[in-house]
């Protein structure tokens, strides 16, 4: 692991600041001063800032609250980021777990765990996802029938996986789906004639939003919450 990386992570230095306080002398490895930020260090070694041990990174797991406006990914030229959401020495070693659309709010999980979000992302895990929306018409019980046995999506080969439709209110339901398929929530509503106007995600898999956490808040994952996937 690059020194400056491993800085960043595991202290409030962000990528450049890192750089600098390494250059000034402020960082020994093994008790011999390094200033090349490039330098590899390794989990064996004593790396120290300014004569205080820095402990080795351990994988991290966050649920974030999206908010609408934002864009899943770690580089956008044109639109803010989830990754912003979070300080800096956390987000730039996070990975975001699966996509939401720009305009869908709700749970989203980051890690640094390539294992762990694969887990969660591959689709032989069938791992369960459920959004709340919000629709232009009322929905009928022939319509949640269809979605719950399966659609075939425009420019699909197969039909989607069985889901489960629940009614709120006329024009406002839950979809748990099983598949990440792009847009597929918004197609599979498009393919029985009606238009997502809002869509939340509340849950994936065990995990459930916290209703207390504010769009753009963020917390680590518990051990236990960690454990479900």
């Not at 002398?25 to 070694?45: C, F, H, L, P, S």
């Not at 749970?107 to 069938?126: C, E, F, M, V, Y």
């Not at 956490?213 to 919450?225: C, K, N, Q, S, Y």
Request: proline share 3%; with cysteine; hydrophobic share 40%.
């Amino acid at each position: 692991m690059r020194l400056d990386f491993y800085l960043s992570h595991v202290t409030d230095l962000a990528r450049k600041a890192s750089k600098i306080a390494a250059s000034k002398g402020r960082v020994t490895v093994n008790g011999e001063i390094i200033k090349k930020a490039n330098y590899t260090v390794q989990e064996t070694d004593v790396i120290c800032l300014d004569n205080e041990r820095l402990a080795w990174p351990s994988e991290g797991y966050y649920l974030l609250h999206k908010p609408a406006g934002y864009v899943c990914a770690t580089e956008d030229a044109e639109h803010p980021i989830v990754v912003d959401l979070l300080p800096s020495h956390l987000g730039q070693s996070l990975k975001v777990v699966g996509r939401l659309d720009k305009d869908t709010t709700g749970l989203l999980l980051l890690t640094t765990d390539g294992q762990w979000l694969h887990r969660i992302t591959s689709p032989k895990k069938a791992c369960s996802k459920r959004y709340q929306m919000t629709l232009v018409d009322s929905i009928d019980d022939a319509a949640l029938e269809q979605l719950e046995k399966g659609i075939l999506l425009n420019g699909e080969s197969q039909l989607t996986l069985p889901a489960v439709a629940e009614r709120i209110s006329d024009k406002e339901i839950y979809l748990t789906i099983q598949e990440g398929k792009y847009h597929q929530v918004k197609r599979m509503l498009a393919a029985v004639g009606n238009k997502v106007v809002t869509l939340h995600r509340d849950q994936i898999g065990d995990l459930v939003l916290d209703s207390a956490l504010a769009p753009g808040e963020f917390r680590a994952l518990t051990e236990d919450e960690v454990g479900y996937f």
